[in-house]
């Protein structure tokens, strides 16, 4: 395998497109309000050990601060500034053995805070800066001890005789909006991610051989997505070999790849908390059954059916219709249904064997915020959107009604679309899906390991 080069120059979102958002936001608040958004906290995994750090996704597009224990407060037309951050202080003691903190004086110069306080202080500070307002934005209901804290200040300001805000509304709607339409900066952070990630997809596909155990392709998908500078995988790995396939949210990873099966790999990585999310479905042995083959076949024809129809006037449901329709034929021919395809299309005839939508916004989370209906209407595709396409077939074994040798067989295929002007740009195209390019791969593979 050749050299790689290392990645010492990460991209990361600009000072000003931070800025931006915190603008954004605040054009869409009323006068006289305030918004409040607290940041991720550690969490523990047992006993003194803890899970890696990773930040609130709202609160990160708004700041670009990593650290914990952190809110972020937004006052639009506030004399003394609009943007506040309450964080941790500089603490020698605790960087001795966690690394060093930011503190508030050096948060408002690298992130471009108005007014930055230690955290410790919250209690003290920030009644102050919710007496008088009107409306309080606050995303209520993600996280009890914080609301309890919230409900703590209103009430604080309301037993020293001050009015408190009449109106609480859920911020989650305006800040969400915003994150759906994804910038240049955000595009060029998702390319990166999908790069990196079709690299790691390449390597297994060259890789995988009968016996080998799916934690460690899970292994080899993480190590190249890490040399790619996506250093961290944006959700646990999905590595099914045989009827494992079948279980959506398979996350064991535990069990030898045989001879025969089909392997479904899911697994996509984070650059600078932005996801790819990938899937790709191929033989352990490096050679479709015909069996594999026909059903495989009938998976990539919707999904190409699906991505065709992401592009700006089209709805959010268009592609799933599309993706259904190709499921439905498909599952016509292979004798599993009978019928009219319009009338199984209409009683949704497919539903045992495809039970996923056909895919979800993409982002700094996974599974995307932003609403997929709009007044009760689809919502309608615009430039900047990111959409995963990902139908799949899944037959597990105890389905008696279709034949034997379609059971235990798995597959699902899914990349990442981008809502372009003219159309949409598939960013995760850098990893085969037809049948005779993955046997190419692998095949190239396995010569090369001898
Ligand atoms: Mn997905």
Known sequence: MPKKKHQHERKQISAAEFARRRHELTALMDENSIAIVPGGTLRHMNWDK???????SDFFYLTGFDEPDAVFVLIPGREYGESILFCRERDAEVSRWHGDITGP???MQLFGMDDAFPISDINDILPGLIEGRTKLYYAMGLDSEFDSQVIEWVRKINQQGHLPPGELVQLEHLLHELRLFKSAGEVELMRLAAEATCRGHCRIMAQVVPGMMEYEVEAELNHEFAMGGARWPAYPAIVGGGSNACVLHYLDNNEPLQDGDLVLVDAGGEYQNYACDLTRTFPVNGKFSETQEAIYSI???AQLAAIDEVKPGNNWNDPHDAAMRKLTEGLVSLGILAGDVDMLM??????PYCTKRTGHWLGMDVHDVGDYQVNGEWRVFEPGMVTTIEPGLYFTDDMVEVATRYRGIGVRIEDDVLVTKTGHEVLTSG?????QAIETMMESGRAASG
């Open 50 to 56: 803890r899970y890696r750090f990773r930040q609130d």
């Open 105 to 107: 004086e050096r948060a």
């Open 299 to 301: 998976v990539l024809e």
């Open 346 to 351: 209409a009683e949704e005839a497919h539903l």
């Open 431 to 435: 990893v085969p899906k037809d049948i």
